[in-house]
């Protein structure tokens, strides 16, 4: 069953900090896979995606790896702003399907 | 550029009711998926649609059921409704039906049933 985990779960940290979270998955075949932003309220946004043959992918203050062989990716936030508190989700699509198999998420607020 | 909007933004229902969730598509985008997002959870796949045509479906019941119109935009449709379908559902569209190409969200329809 294809599946995608991620951790932590939710995560504090203050304004100006670095944070790094993780997504592991299960998904086989692999296509790609993608981080989106979730702000409260609002449908998802797309920060970064990357296929098998990327390992590292920037947007701006956010920086995404991807280790295919251990099926394993993180997206590093550096110097955290207030308007980075949003929910973030790694969404790993299959080769062959439409279906794309989307983690829980990773809640992270900012404080001042 | 007209981003993906959805309609309504809030809802309540009663079990046993039906619902209709509306999307326009971004412009340009030939292809919408359609999701449901508990509280708490990531979004879940429900179907996609491409030109008209339903070409994905994740583990819904028949009940789930959608529809796409000739300038692309979607209907969800839910038929007898329980107290689990209480969720937000997301509207996604797409350039075409590439794995590759980036979906642009809407802002959601909430569904309360009560």
């Known amino acids: 069953k294809n599946q995608v985990e991620q951790s932590p779960q939710s995560l504090i940290i203050l304004e100006g900090k670095n944070c790094t979270l993780q997504?592991?998955?299960?998904?086989?075949?692999?296509?790609?896979l993608r981080w989106y932003k979730q702000d409260t309220g609002r449908g998802p946004v797309s920060l970064t995606i990357?296929?098998?043959?990327?390992n590292t992918k920037s947007n701006g203050r956010y920086t995404a790896t991807l280790d295919a062989d251990t099926k394993q990716s993180s997206l590093h936030i550096t110097a955290s702003q207030l308007s980075d508190s949003a929910s973030y989700i790694c969404?790993?699509?299959?080769?062959?399907?439409?279906?794309?198999?989307f983690g829980r998420g990773t809640s992270l607020i900012v404080h001042p | 550029e007209t981003g993906v909007t959805q309609s309504p933004t809030h809802l309540i229902k009663t079990r046993g009711q039906q619902v209709t969730l509306r999307c326009s598509s971004q412009?340009?985008?030939?292809?919408v998926s359609w999701y449901q997002q508990a509280l708490g959870q990531g979004p879940q796949f429900i179907f996609q649609y491409y030109r008209e045509e339903e070409n994905g479906r994740g583990n819904f019941p028949p009940r789930f059921s959608g529809l796409q119109f000739p300038n692309y935009s979607s209907e969800l449709n839910v038929n007898a409704l329980e107290l689990d379908d209480s969720a937000l559902y997301l509207c996604a569209s797409s350039l075409d039906g590439s794995r590759n190409q980036p979906q642009h969200f809407g802002d959601g329809t909430r569904l309360s049933i009560l």
């Open positions: 997504c592991n998955y299960t998904v086989s075949p692999f296509s790609n």
């Open positions: 412009s340009g985008h030939n292809t």
């Open positions: 990357m296929t098998f043959s990327e």
């Open positions: 969404v790993v699509r299959p080769g062959g399907s439409y279906i794309p198999t």
